[in-house]
């Protein structure tokens, strides 16, 4: 637990992490929720709980962690979201957290992209207890997507977030009417709006923190890869 909130990581069965960071926040989790099969992957520490439709985990492993699988059959949703779902429900009223969804890219492409779409809804399910990233005013429940190669993180209002010189980052926008205005980038999108995904990727921080600005809310993913 750091500074008084609840570190959960989430586990999904696709590439596991093996850079610093990411690996660091899963072994170090106060709790370790695995996706499924996805327990198979898992190193170093043991789960604890083991959430999804368990279609894809082996009799002998449904067998041995038995008492702590939370088995769900319903097909609306994948195994990643009934585990983020899984997590809200640990968090107790009141209580700050971190949920970290990790190993959920790298496998097939459209999983890929859904599971990462997927971050915005989960915001949106969460409410006002989601804590903008950077802004430390509102309390409430941080999630994110951590992978080898950096973090994404969703945002609905503008906000300021910490960066290096040099690192890079995309700007991707679900929402084609929404202006964004930045300041601490190389280049500066001057309230530019982004008609597809990649227009506003592929930017540089040139100090310790960048800042974007929205005309009006909207949903925007932010993604900064990991410092070289």
């Known amino acids: 637990m750091q500074n008084g909130k609840l570190d959960i990581a989430i586990l999904a069965d696709g590439n596991y992490p093996t850079a610093e960071y990411p690996l660091g926040l899963l072994l170090s989790a106060d709790i370790v929720i695995c996706c499924d099969a996805s327990v198979l992957k898992l190193k170093g520490r043991t789960p604890d709980y083991i959430v999804g439709d368990m279609d894809t985990l082996p009799d002998e492993y449904k067998e041995k962690y038995k008492d702590i699988i939370h088995r769900s059959s319903c097909q609306e949703t994948n195994d990643q979201t009934k585990a983020f779902s899984f997590a809200l429900g640990l968090v107790p009223d009141g209580k700050e957290a971190n949920?970290?969804?990790?190993?959920?890219?790298?496998?097939?492409?459209?999983?890929?992209?859904?599971?990462?779409?997927?971050?915005?809804?989960?915001?949106k399910n969460?409410?006002?207890?989601?804590?903008?990233?950077?802004?430390?005013?509102?309390?409430?429940?941080?999630?994110?997507?951590?992978?080898?190669?950096?973090?994404?993180?969703?945002?609905?209002?503008?906000?300021?977030?910490?960066?290096?010189?040099?690192?890079?980052?995309?700007?991707?926008?679900?929402?084609?009417?929404?202006?964004?205005?930045?300041?601490?980038?190389?280049?500066?999108?001057?309230?530019?709006?982004?008609?597809?995904w990649w227009s506003g990727t592929l930017n540089e921080a040139t100090g310790e923190s960048f800042t974007l600005e929205f005309n009006h809310p909207a949903p925007v993913l932010l993604f900064r890869c990991n410092p070289v």
């Open 126 to 196: 969460t409410g006002n207890r989601i804590a903008p990233f950077g802004n430390i005013m509102h309390k409430g429940i941080y999630v994110d997507i951590v992978t080898d190669n950096g973090v994404f993180t969703p945002h609905f209002n503008s906000f300021t977030a910490s960066s290096n010189p040099g690192q890079q980052i995309s700007i991707i926008s679900f929402d084609n009417t929404v202006r964004i205005k930045s300041t601490g980038l190389k280049y500066p999108t001057d309230e530019a709006t982004f008609e597809f």
């Open 99 to 123: 949920i970290h969804i990790l190993g959920n890219t790298g496998g097939r492409e459209d999983h890929t992209l859904g599971n990462i779409s997927l971050l915005m809804e989960y915001t």
